[in-house]
């Protein structure tokens, strides 16, 4: 400790490197893989967190880590802060214009004829930061709306990140989060509001949004209709966490699809892992 009462840079021990146990904390807690460029920079967030919760130091910032793996709603918010403290969740609509496409013209078409005789479709936007891949998959459903004429659609959007979540729910956007939208679609699907951009109603009412800590929340779930879904997206989450985090959250996944339901993430972000029961499909 220094003598203002805040944590120093002991956060690192005599060799210069992060004690193995609070990586192994964070991994265990949060799932996410601790990468070298980061590393003292988690020892001084998790010395500064300890500090503030009444702890300081190598040893606060341990007990601060085993904390992590705790329920509770305080290890929760901590655990929600460090995610977003050490993941990037900025996105914006369509973000990656071929599996846009791909959703569009092939993979929602042949969802729909499936489910024709239950008249039912069920999207999950896992990881969806501050709403704008659920919006996007509500803009492609309603584009195909003539065919759901009746149909109970839902779209939910999920993520560890109450802020973004609460984003979301308003539905305001700034331009950065446009830049492959085109004008057509932001001039039919949002209203100016000052500098900014206002969800229509119509696409809100789609998407629900909850908090899901992908790692810890077990699902399926019934109770909240987190079953036989269709198509999860799930973009640019894998690139963070370690094998055992992405084996589990994948073997979930597979178990709340529907069969033939499809998982989309991020290019290449499972190469190299175990993801069975599911199996990779080229298009």
Known sequence: MTDAGRPNNESMNATGTMPARIE?????????????SDRERLLQWAGERAHGLGGGGVGGAEAYCRMLTEDGDIAQHERELLSAQFTTGESYFFRDL???DLLASKLLPELIARRAGERKLRLWSAGCAA???????????????PRLAGWDVRILGSDIDGAALEQARRGVFGSWSFRALDETRRQRYFHASG??????????AMVSFRHADLLRDRFPDAATGLEHIDL????????????EAVSRITAQFAATLDEGGYLITGHSELFGH???PLRTRMF
């Open 232 to 243: 999860i997206l799930c973009r640019n989450v894998f690139i963070y966490l370690d094998a």
């Open 131 to 145: 709403g704008q891949e659920a919006y996007t998959l509500a803009m492609l459903v309603h584009e195909l709306s």
């Open 274 to 276: 175990q993801i069975a």
């Open 24 to 36: 192994q904390l964070v991994r265990q807690a949060t799932g996410l893989r601790v990468r070298e």
């Open 98 to 100: 071929g599996q846009i």
């Open 195 to 204: 500098d900014q951009w206002k969800i229509d109603p119509l696409l809100r």
